[in-house]
């Protein structure tokens, strides 16, 4: 048990009641940054039960051993393991059904579907929220224009009924919990909320331990790493290395890459994924990240940071909160082509100017732990409310 379970696990005792937790997650199909929030709670509540609509269950069973795995009934639908998205319109219904009476706390998880479960009068819900969704609100546009035939005529309609759903849900939170402040400055704008803010975990020691290994694969070369998506922008970094000739290695893969693959001249190249340790290689011997894309907070930069390469990012959304312009990087202020081109000349004219080990220290401000107290922090001031009302009963 981690330090932070034994501090929440003594809080609860010590009113002698054992807190029942469920915690709702929109889905379990990749591991991604969600997947490794939803980590960092079950070790604070090792009894746990996790909802989600659709799950893999070898990968939900590595990621949360001894945890109970409770789906809706999408799970059950065809082919939802693949096109668990596509019933989208029915997540609302299908959280809805799920009979959560037994639950002191609920804690949901969300970018998908996950806030509008109906928790008990006497239980306490508070929804770590990644994002609102961004199909339905700030990213709406752009997800329907690169979506299919049939998703560009159907989508506006289950879209509009959607927010509606999605705004009176966000009505039954007691408390919000924003990844970052660009976060809490959307959950404000779309549903009225203040929010606290708490960074999610990064497994900074994924990155940052064992020696430094150069790999003459990456070395001089810029690095662009994630799912090749549009809202992602890997086509910016890719353009820019057509036109400056530079060295770009992409890692990942995506809807987006037949397209980027036919536009990518000599100088670019793809890995599609890799492992974590060609992954931690990459970052100790490329010469810069770019990030190029408006993210809600990005784990990818702080994991590059974790590893000490530095890191040229679009100055926007989580970004602006994670790196330290001059620092740990350099952040440009429009996504103009030029703009980017712009950053990586004065990046290169810099030379030796960043200081790998000053990065890493930055980085650390990001780590589980760090996480695991500020949430402490919140339970226990709900906690102990809920504690004290069921003794006073």
Known sequence: MTVSAQLISAATKKLGCQLRTAII??????ER???????????????????????????????YPGHEIRTTFISRLPFARSRYQSYLPFMPLALEELDLSEFDLVLSSESGPAKGVIAPPTSTHICYCHS??????????LYRANAGLFGRLAFPFFAHRLRQWDVTAAARVDEFVANSSFVASRIQKYYRRPARVVHPPVEIERFSAGPEVKDDTFRDAYLWVGQLT???KPEAAVRMANRLKKRLILIGDGEAAPQLKAEAGDTVSFLGRVDDETLRRAYTSARALLFP?????????????????????????GAMETIAHMQTGLLYDDDADASLDAAVERFEALGDHFDAAAIRQHAKKFGKTRFQQAMIEIFQ??????MQ?????
């Open 381 to 386: 001031q709900h906690g102990f409310d809920i």
């Open 132 to 141: 609102p969704m961004r199909y339905i609100w700030d990213h709406y546009h």
């Open 293 to 317: 894309g408006e993210e809600d907070f990005g784990m990818i930069p702080v994991e590059a940071m974790a590893a000490g390469l530095p890191v040229i990012a679009l100055n926007r959304g």
């Open 33 to 63: 940054g969600g997947e490794k929030v939803v980590q960092a709670l079950c070790e604070l509540f090792p009894d746990a039960v996790i909802f989600t609509h659709v799950a893999d269950r070898e990968l939900a069973a590595r990621l």
């Open 389 to 393: 009302k069921a003794a006073a009963e």
């Open 25 to 30: 997650h929109y889905w379990i199909v990749a």
């Open 230 to 232: 549009a809202y992602k």
